[in-house]
C-alpha cells in the first residue's frame, strides 16, 4: 500500500537538493565554526552562506539573522529577551498583547511570564473566521505595553492574520502619531507556516522580531531562524558562548544551518509556482469533501487562508476515531484535539473560533504540500467518506447526546 501524507503542516520531508547541500558538513567539513582554524572557517563560511541566503529571503541585513534550534526557540527569545531587555532599564510590569490562538509554544511563554509575575498579558480572541482584527489589537494596547506577538498563519486552521496592516499601526504609534502606550513598541510575528506561502519580507510586513522553522519548508529538523531587526532591544535568554552575535549560545548546527540556507532559496525560486498547483489541489479537495460527505465544515476562512491548509469538522464523529482509521489506511492527517496529561482536550485554537467541544473533537486537518497529487485526494476523498459513515453508524447520536446531556 503506498501511503499518502496529508499532513505537511507538521513537517515536511527534507528536499533532495537540500540534503546533498547539508551532507558534506556532517563529515569532510565537520568544523566548529567558533575554530579559527581553516576547519572552523569552513564551516564558518557555510554559515555566512546560509545567514546572506535567509537576509535575502526576509528583505534583512545578515547581522539581523539568528540561527537558532526552530521557532520554539525563536519564539521564547523574542518575547523573553525582549521583557528582559525591558528590566534593564525600567521596574513596572511590562505588557504583552498577543492572540488567543497562537501555538503553545508563544502562549505558554507568555503564560510563563505571567505566571512569574513578570509581565501582563492580553489575549485577543480571533473573530469566527480564526481572523485577527486590528482594531481588537489596538484596542488592547495599554500605557504599558511593550510588545505585540501575533502569528502570520495558524497552524491548525490555516488562516492568514493582517500583519503588514499590524505593522503600520505599530509604526504610527512608534511615530508619535497615537499614544496608545508609554513605551516603543516591539512587533512580533511567529512565521512558521507561512515561509512557504506568503510574503514574508520584515519591511513590508512592519516587524521587529520574525520566527520560523526549517522543517516546514522541506528543510532539517531543529532549525530556525529569529530576525531581530537592528536597533530592537532584547536581551539573550541562553548563557555560554559569543555565538549569533551573543544573542543564541551554543556551538552552530552547520549541516542545519546549510540546509535552512538552501531550504528559504528554493522556496524563493519555486513557490510561486507550487503554490498555484497546491492551492488548487486544496479548493478541489475542500469542495468536494463538501459536497460528498453530509454534516461537515470547513473550520477558518475559506479566502483569508494557507494554500496548503484544509480543517473539517465532521458531525457525530470522532476525531481521534477518524484519523486512525485513516492511518490505517496509509493515510497521514492530523486531528483537533491535543494529548495532554493522558486526556483528550479539544484544541484550543478551534474552541477560540467557536466551536463547540464535541465540533473541535470531531475535526480533521489535513495540510498538503508539493508531493501532494490528485490521485492521493481522490483515495482519500473515498476512504474518508467510508470511514465517516462506519464511524457515524457506529456512535449514532451517543456523542451528541452525551454533550447536549452534559
Ligand atoms: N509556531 C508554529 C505556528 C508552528 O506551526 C510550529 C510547529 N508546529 C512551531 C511554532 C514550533 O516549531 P518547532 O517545533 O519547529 O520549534
Redesign the pocket.
Given at each position: 500500500m503506498k501511503k499518502i501524507y496529508l499532513d505537511y503542516?507538521?513537517t515536511t520531508p527534507v528536499d533532495k537538493d537540500v540534503l546533498k547541500e547539508m551532507l558534506p558538513y556532517f563529515s569532510e567539513k565537520f568544523g566548529n565554526a567558533s575554530s579559527i582554524h581553516s576547519f572552523g572557517q569552513t564551516a564558518q563560511q557555510a554559515i555566512d552562506q546560509a545567514r546572506a541566503q535567509a537576509a535575502k529571503f526576509f528583505g534583512a541585513t545578515p547581522n539581523e539573522i539568528i540561527f537558532t534550534?526552530?521557532?520554539?526557540?525563536s519564539?521564547n527569545l523574542a518575547i523573553k529577551g525582549v521583557v528582559k531587555s525591558y528590566y534593564t532599564k525600567f521596574k513596572t510590569k511590562p505588557h504583552i498583547v498577543t492572540s488567543a490562538f497562537e501555538?503553545h509554544?508563544?502562549l505558554d511563554t507568555c503564560k510563563a511570564l505571567e505566571k512569574e509575575n513578570l509581565a501582563e498579558i492580553t489575549f485577543v480572541s480571533p473573530d469566527k473566521d480564526g481572523v485577527i482584527q486590528v482594531a481588537d489589537i489596538q484596542k488592547a494596547i495599554k500605557k504599558n505595553t511593550i510588545l505585540i506577538s501575533i502569528?502570520y498563519?495558524?497552524?491548525e486552521i490555516g488562516t492568514v492574520q493582517p500583519i503588514a496592516e499590524i505593522g503600520k499601526m505599530v509604526k504610527m504609534i512608534n511615530n508619535g502619531e497615537r499614544k496608545e502606550t508609554d513605551f516603543q513598541l516591539q512587533f512580533h510575528t511567529?512565521a512558521?507556516?507561512a515561509v512557504n506561502y506568503f510574503d514574508c519580507n520584515v519591511n513590508k510586513l512592519g516587524v521587529h522580531l520574525l520566527?520560523m522553522?526549517a522543517?516546514?519548508i522541506y528543510g532539517p529538523?531543529g532549525n530556525?531562524i529569529l530576525y531581530i531587526k537592528k536597533g530592537t532591544p532584547i536581551k539573550k535568554i541562553q548563557d555560554g558562548g559569543d555565538q549569533e552575535y551573543k544573542l543564541r549560545a551554543g556551538t552552530q548546527n552547520v549541516p542545519g544551518i546549510v540546509g535552512l540556507g538552501k531550504a528559504l532559496e528554493l522556496v524563493m525560486l519555486n513557490a510561486k509556482r507550487e503554490n498555484v498547483k497546491i492551492k488548487n489541489l486544496r479548493d478541489y479537495f475542500i469542495k468536494k469533501v463538501l459536497q460528498e460527505i453530509p454534516k461537515t465544515k470547513l473550520n477558518g476562512s475559506k479566502v483569508k487562508r494557507s494554500p496548503n491548509n484544509t480543517n473539517f469538522s465532521f458531525e457525530d464523529v470522532e476525531g481521534e476515531g477518524l484519523l486512525l482509521s485513516l492511518d490505517m489506511e496509509g493515510i497521514a492527517c492530523s486531528t483537533g484535539s491535543a494529548c495532554s496529561s493522558g486526556a483528550l482536550s479539544p484544541s484550543h485554537v478551534l474552541l477560540a473560533i467557536g466551536l463547540k467541544p464535541e465540533q473541535a473533537h470531531g475535526s480533521l486537518r489535513m495540510t498538503l504540500g508539493k508531493h501532494t497529487t490528485k490521485q492521493e485526494l481522490d483515495i482519500t476523498l473515498k476512504k474518508l467518506k467510508v470511514i465517516v459513515e462506519r464511524l457515524r453508524q457506529i456512535s449514532g447520536n451517543v456523542l451528541s447526546d452525551y454533550y447536549s446531556s452534559k
Amino acid at each position: 500500500m503506498k501511503k499518502i501524507y496529508l499532513d505537511y503542516a507538521a513537517t515536511t520531508p527534507v528536499d533532495k537538493d537540500v540534503l546533498k547541500e547539508m551532507l558534506p558538513y556532517f563529515s569532510e567539513k565537520f568544523g566548529n565554526a567558533s575554530s579559527i582554524h581553516s576547519f572552523g572557517q569552513t564551516a564558518q563560511q557555510a554559515i555566512d552562506q546560509a545567514r546572506a541566503q535567509a537576509a535575502k529571503f526576509f528583505g534583512a541585513t545578515p547581522n539581523e539573522i539568528i540561527f537558532t534550534s526552530g521557532a520554539t526557540e525563536s519564539n521564547n527569545l523574542a518575547i523573553k529577551g525582549v521583557v528582559k531587555s525591558y528590566y534593564t532599564k525600567f521596574k513596572t510590569k511590562p505588557h504583552i498583547v498577543t492572540s488567543a490562538f497562537e501555538h503553545h509554544c508563544v502562549l505558554d511563554t507568555c503564560k510563563a511570564l505571567e505566571k512569574e509575575n513578570l509581565a501582563e498579558i492580553t489575549f485577543v480572541s480571533p473573530d469566527k473566521d480564526g481572523v485577527i482584527q486590528v482594531a481588537d489589537i489596538q484596542k488592547a494596547i495599554k500605557k504599558n505595553t511593550i510588545l505585540i506577538s501575533i502569528m502570520y498563519v495558524n497552524n491548525e486552521i490555516g488562516t492568514v492574520q493582517p500583519i503588514a496592516e499590524i505593522g503600520k499601526m505599530v509604526k504610527m504609534i512608534n511615530n508619535g502619531e497615537r499614544k496608545e502606550t508609554d513605551f516603543q513598541l516591539q512587533f512580533h510575528t511567529d512565521a512558521t507556516q507561512a515561509v512557504n506561502y506568503f510574503d514574508c519580507n520584515v519591511n513590508k510586513l512592519g516587524v521587529h522580531l520574525l520566527s520560523m522553522s526549517a522543517h516546514k519548508i522541506y528543510g532539517p529538523k531543529g532549525n530556525g531562524i529569529l530576525y531581530i531587526k537592528k536597533g530592537t532591544p532584547i536581551k539573550k535568554i541562553q548563557d555560554g558562548g559569543d555565538q549569533e552575535y551573543k544573542l543564541r549560545a551554543g556551538t552552530q548546527n552547520v549541516p542545519g544551518i546549510v540546509g535552512l540556507g538552501k531550504a528559504l532559496e528554493l522556496v524563493m525560486l519555486n513557490a510561486k509556482r507550487e503554490n498555484v498547483k497546491i492551492k488548487n489541489l486544496r479548493d478541489y479537495f475542500i469542495k468536494k469533501v463538501l459536497q460528498e460527505i453530509p454534516k461537515t465544515k470547513l473550520n477558518g476562512s475559506k479566502v483569508k487562508r494557507s494554500p496548503n491548509n484544509t480543517n473539517f469538522s465532521f458531525e457525530d464523529v470522532e476525531g481521534e476515531g477518524l484519523l486512525l482509521s485513516l492511518d490505517m489506511e496509509g493515510i497521514a492527517c492530523s486531528t483537533g484535539s491535543a494529548c495532554s496529561s493522558g486526556a483528550l482536550s479539544p484544541s484550543h485554537v478551534l474552541l477560540a473560533i467557536g466551536l463547540k467541544p464535541e465540533q473541535a473533537h470531531g475535526s480533521l486537518r489535513m495540510t498538503l504540500g508539493k508531493h501532494t497529487t490528485k490521485q492521493e485526494l481522490d483515495i482519500t476523498l473515498k476512504k474518508l467518506k467510508v470511514i465517516v459513515e462506519r464511524l457515524r453508524q457506529i456512535s449514532g447520536n451517543v456523542l451528541s447526546d452525551y454533550y447536549s446531556s452534559k
